[in-house]
């Protein structure tokens, strides 16, 4: 087993990586102030791994009150939120009662939503089991529902416990998904860690092979890196935004088409690929890089090229990202392959000659 440490001081917590995690119940049990938890999953993820876990908290002497909720993007919303407190109340579960996230980054987002205001906030741990959740969304605290008008956009910073990503629950993970899941390790390398891009260079098909030591490496190195940022800056108000590389883009495809048509991750894999011609057209990267950007987004099974979108919708778009300030978008940028910044004043010719496709390579 793997360990890495979030450092933020008296809420400081372990992220455990490793295969078989989910039947070690002392892992849970040493951040749990009771013997007894609330184990929200969805209906996919209980059908594969909701008993096992169970059975090792209650092996335990824990008591668990499961909770499952609709599968999928559509459902991270307030009615399943309510769901989730009508059966945290009806049980009478306290204050010093643990939530435990079992799934992916929408059960971990709504869980920890949970457990920041059930009560005021309650113990949470994640159990991330796909790709993107062990890498990305179970680590930094940020936790959300969707409203009609935007994604994740009513949440809250609610750090948790522990994370405990058991890494042979990515057995079972759909190869869709775990492509998805690349592009957020491949986004750690372009933004910050230039060995890593070498490391991915040589191992990206170990990784789509699901490779045990491979996966090991990745997701211990991508939590680190995570780890790093959210102790610097835990509200994003400086490096934490380099953690949206590609995101701007990808929001707008995402939008664009309508959730869940692509994927998260299809959509940021696109997005990087956007990014680094942006950086090329403002003189940062050159032609090679690019090139290396957009070999990797395709050979971890990502498309690399956006769908089409008139520009005025483009822009319309980024506009309602999370990062826009005073009405200014603000991109995540590369000023070398390994070293993002965030740009505020990318002038809109250059935005339009990527966008229009002008700036395409080959
Ligand atoms: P997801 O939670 O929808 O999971 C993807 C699919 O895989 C689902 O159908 C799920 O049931 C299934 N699944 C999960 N684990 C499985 C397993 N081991 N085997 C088989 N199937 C499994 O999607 P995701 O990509 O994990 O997360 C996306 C969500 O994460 C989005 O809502 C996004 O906004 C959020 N996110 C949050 C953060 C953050 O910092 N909090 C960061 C990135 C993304
Ligand atoms: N996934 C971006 C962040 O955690 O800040």
Known sequence: MLTTTVGLGDRAYPIYIGAGLIDQADLFIRRMPQKRAALVT???????????????????????????????????TWETL????????SARCERRTALIALG????????????????????????????????DSSVGGKTAINHPLGKNMIGAFYQPAA????????????????????AEVIKYGFLGDRDFIDWLD?????????????LAFAVERCCRNKADIVARDERETGDRALLNLGHTFGHAIEAALGFGRWLHGEAVGAGMVLAARTSRQLGHLDDADVARVTAMVARAGLPVTPPHLEIAQWLDLMGHDK???????RFVLL?????????????RPVLEEVLAGAAVDG
């Open 202 to 214: 040589a191992h990206l098909e170990a990784l789509l092979a699901r490779d045990p030591t491979a």
């Open 163 to 182: 994370v405990i990503a058991d890494l042979a629950t990515l057995s079972t993970l759909p190869p869709r998904e775990l492509s998805a899941g690349l």
């Open 335 to 347: 000023k070398s392959l390994g070293q993002a910044y965030v740009d505020a004043a990318v002038p």
């Open 82 to 89: 309510n769901a989730i407190y009508d059966a945290l109340l």
């Open 104 to 135: 992916g980054g929408v059960v971990g987002d709504i869980t920890g939503f949970a457990a920041a205001t059930y009560l005021r906030g309650v113990p949470f741990i994640q159990v991330p089991t796909t790709l993107l959740a062990q890498v």
């Open 42 to 76: 969805n209906e996919t993820v209980a059908a594969l791994y909701l008993p096992r876990l169970q059975a090792a908290l209650e092996g335990a002497g824990v008591s668990v009150l499961p909770i499952v909720v609709r599968d999928g993007e559509a459902f991270k």
């Open 323 to 329: 990062k826009v300030e005073g009405g200014r978008l």
